[in-house]
């Protein structure tokens, strides 16, 4: 149903929906109750470090104040372990909302952003909000030998014209969970003009396991077009604090600060933040399960017969060979919650987060 409103939105608002959980969370929470297995949004299942929450405990008397609206403490802990400037370094109320500044600081209703198919959902949201015009790459094909539903970084190197200002490119994907190595990059960023910054959202760095993939953040030096994009909400486990950061060229980061509101990061999040990198063997350890559980899954939904997509995150794109919408609804009515691929054209797909062991059994107990 579509109610006119008496004052139009503008031209680009026009072309959004309103994000779609798919699902009342809330409700499943109170009807399910503990044995609800949470795999749709990909948050870490041992949780935050125990040094994030102390540290949010200790800040938590302070809420009353505003927070330190450059966030210099946590931005000096990034810079020395990414090895970069302070000033290099802009934090975010989670990195989606540095994915649609950047849209907002670079694009317009002039230029263009390109982006590929089955890449990260916020891509052609900021796109939109900011009026450009969304040049969509095809992805690798379905049966591609390496790298099914990957991006095709020199098609997207084609799709460049002089009118483009952002490239968004995911490295591992979600939701393909797909990736690209250091050498596929360099060869791309090689191609790239230097009025077009190149956008690397690497949400799932921590995960990493494939020696071929460290990080784009090795390119900065080189390429001051280039902006890497990370964030505390999966491998830190602190999705619900919202906090994230961008590191790129003091130029490029200078820009963004203009248009970021002053106090974008909450007080409890910095806190937190600073706290979680501090403690790497918390993300050792997540790594570590995640790197063991994934594979049983994979070997688990195999023997039922269904494919998972390779990954080197924390999620599986199952590959039901059939519309998999009514296999999501009986997966929520029997307490598990997967991610609906619909939106993205994938109908055979479901999008499944590597849980605890518990949550895992419970999923391929409600597939069988
Ligand atoms: C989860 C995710 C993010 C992180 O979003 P936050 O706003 O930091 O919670 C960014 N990019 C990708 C590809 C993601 O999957």
Not at 5 to 18: G, I
Not at 150 to 164: C, K, S
Not at 175 to 192: K, M, Q, Y
């Amino acid at each position: 149903m579509t109610i006119a409103a008496t004052v139009p939105a503008n031209a680009a608002t026009r072309a959004l929906r309103a994000y779609d959980p798919g699902h009342d969370l809330p409700a499943l929470r109170e009807r399910f109750g503990a044995t609800l297995a949470e795999l749709g949004s990909n948050e870490n299942p041992l949780g935050p470090s125990p040094r994030a929450i102390a540290a949010i405990e200790a800040a938590l008397p302070e809420v009353f104040r505003y927070p330190d609206p450059s966030g210099g403490a946590l931005k000096s802990a990034l810079a020395r372990r990414l090895r970069v400037d302070v000033g290099q370094i802009v934090l975010g109320n989670g990195s989606h909302e540095l994915l649609m500044l950047i849209a907002q600081c670079f694009a317009d209703a002039s230029t263009s952003v390109v982006f590929s198919e089955f890449g990260f959902a916020v891509f052609p949201i900021a796109t939109a909000a900011a009026g450009a015009q969304a040049l969509r790459v095809p992805a690798l094909a379905r049966d591609h030998a390496n790298m099914p539903l990957g991006h095709d970084l020199d098609a997207m190197a084609q799709a460049i014209r002089a009118d483009t200002r952002v490239v968004y490119l995911a490295n591992p994907n979600n939701p393909t969970g797909t990736w690209f190595g250091d050498a596929a990059l360099e060869n791309f960023l090689a191609r790239v003009p230097e009025s077009t910054l190149v956008v690397v959202d690497e949400a799932y760095h921590e995960f990493v396991d494939d020696t071929a993939l460290t990080s784009a953040l090795r390119f900065l030096p080189k390429y001051p077009n280039l902006l890497v994009t990370r964030t505390f909400s999966k491998a830190h486990g602190l999705a619900g604090l919202r906090i994230g950061y961008a590191a790129s060229s003091i130029e490029i980061i200078n820009i963004i600060e203009r248009l970021r509101e002053s106090f974008n990061v909450n007080s409890l999040a910095l806190a937190a933040a600073q706290a979680a990198l501090d403690d790497p063997d918390h993300v050792a350890r997540s790594k570590a399960f995640n790197l063991a559980e994934r594979s049983w899954l994979a070997t688990q939904l195999s023997s039922r017969g269904l494919r998972a997509l390779p990954s080197q995150t924390n999620f599986v794109l199952v590959d039901f060979a059939r519309d998999a919408a009514p296999i999501e609804h009986s997966l929520f009515e029997r307490g598990v919650i997967a991610r609906p691929m619909g939106g993205y054209g994938l109908d055979q797909f479901l999008r499944i987060s590597v849980g605890s062991r518990a949550e895992n059994e419970r999923l391929l107990a409600a597939l069988s």
